[in-house]
């Protein structure tokens, strides 16, 4: 079952059990606010998946950027800031995002000669060629690249000590006071297990 | 992998997209300079245009291959975050998955319905809509993908 942003049931196609707020290794219902983690976290340490767009609507979707490409993109603009004493987290400060803006200038700069759809002018407005519905796209383009800079930098991507999610804050655990399957029980104590390990790692590289 | 658009409807398929990653366990890896190199694997970001949030129904395909070992039970939950209050939670049933294949899936997102002033907000917010996409094999979770989200594009 599932709910809408304004907390009413809605029927769906699928059995969707929704996890009841988290408790604590004490038994206590934690009062969080479910909100998005800030660090995915998987025990499949080796795995990464590879994301490669296939073929994009641009009605709907003009750009797509992988984690390493945003790093790549961050690390050129960034560069000397980088060096600076101040890293990791407080990354998110004047620095990276000056550092954002004057990468933005540059790539909205190199985007007017890196189009890869571009076509002539047509009453003096550039036009961009849609798509095809044969055409594939095998190397991940970002359309927008500096768009894809505007906003800061997710924190898992950002170097240096991470704010690890000690406070299980990715397990996005809802309040919705809705009756659940009982494999609901089952679903939240792998993904609380995953949360205690993530925490002994966390505590190993501090010794 | 194909666009169709159904103006009435308020469908359409935005895109197709191949995720590589075999849905298996593995052993840890305590490595800290592979768990960030991991976590930028496993981050995505998106740039759609503000029509985007106008559509009701959302189709995605989605290709991902498995290993040597068979998959079983293999599901995914992804929750849509906008700041702090989650939009909907989303869940897909994979099932069974035979090993050494490659496996294409297409996800149908059914949008909740947005007020305009929240549609506004994401539009005028870039990459604060953010969502979790966890895998489960068997009711593990076997990995955690994540991505956030731009509605201001083409503007």
Redesign the interface.
């Known amino acids: 079952m599932e709910v809408d942003i304004n907390g009413e049931s809605r029927t769906t196609l699928s059995t969707l059990p929704v996890p009841l707020a988290e408790v604590s290794p004490g038994g206590r219902m934690e009062a969080e606010k479910p909100r998005c983690s800030s660090t995915p976290c998987s025990p499949m340490r080796r795995t990464v998946a590879g994301y490669q767009i296939l073929h994009m609507d641009s009605n709907y979707l003009v750009g797509f950027t992988t984690g390493e490409e945003l790093l790549k993109l961050a690390q050129k603009c960034t560069g000397s800031e980088e060096n600076k004493e101040e890293s990791g987290p407080n990354l998110r400060s004047k620095q990276v995002d000056s550092g954002l803006t004057r990468s933005s200038r540059l790539y909205k700069t190199r985007s007017r000669y890196y189009q890869p759809y571009e076509i002539p002018a047509v009453n003096g407005r550039r036009r961009r060629r849609m798509p095809s519905s044969g055409d594939k796209c095998t190397k991940a383009l970002p359309y927008e690249p500096y768009k894809a800079l505007h906003g800061p930098l997710p924190l898992c991507l950002l170097k240096g000590k991470r704010a690890h999610s000690k406070s299980l804050d990715y397990l996005n655990l809802d309040k919705m006071s809705i009756k659940e399957p009982a494999d609901t029980e089952v679903l939240q104590y792998q993904l609380q297990h995953l949360t205690l390990r993530g925490d002994r790692m966390f505590a190993r590289n501090n010794t | ?3 169709v ?1 159904e103006q009435d409807l308020g469908q ?11 849905p ?9 300079n ?16 503000p ?2 949030l106008r ?1 009701r129904t959302v189709g995605a ?1 989605v ?1 991902f291959t498995v290993g040597e070992k068979p998959v079983s039970n293999f599901r995914m ?1 992804e ?1 849509h ?1 906008f ?11 994979f099932g069974f998955c035979i090993p050494s294949s490659r496996n294409t899936c297409e996800h149908i997102y ?1 949008f ?3 007020s305009e002033d ?1 549609i506004r907000l994401m539009v005028e917010n ?3 809509t ?3 996409s ?1 895998y ?1 094999v068997d ?8 991505a ?1 989200y ?1 509605y ?3 503007q």
């Not at chain 2, 359409?12 to 075999?22: C, K, P």
């Not at chain 2, 592979?34 to 245009?49: C, K």
Request: charged letters at 35%; aromatic letters at 16%.
């Open positions: 992998m194909f666009c658009l359409a398929w935005f895109g197709s997209l191949r995720v590589s990653f075999h298996e366990q593995d052993e840890e890896d305590e490595d800290d592979s768990e960030l190199d991991a976590s930028a694997g496993r981050f995505v970001r998106y740039q759609f245009t029509a985007f559509l395909t290709e939950i929750r975050y700041r702090d209050r989650l939009l909907k939670n989303f869940d897909f049933d059914e909740p319905q947005l929240l870039p990459y604060e953010r969502s979790d966890f489960f009711n593990k979770l076997i990995m955690h993908n994540k956030d731009a201001n594009g083409g």
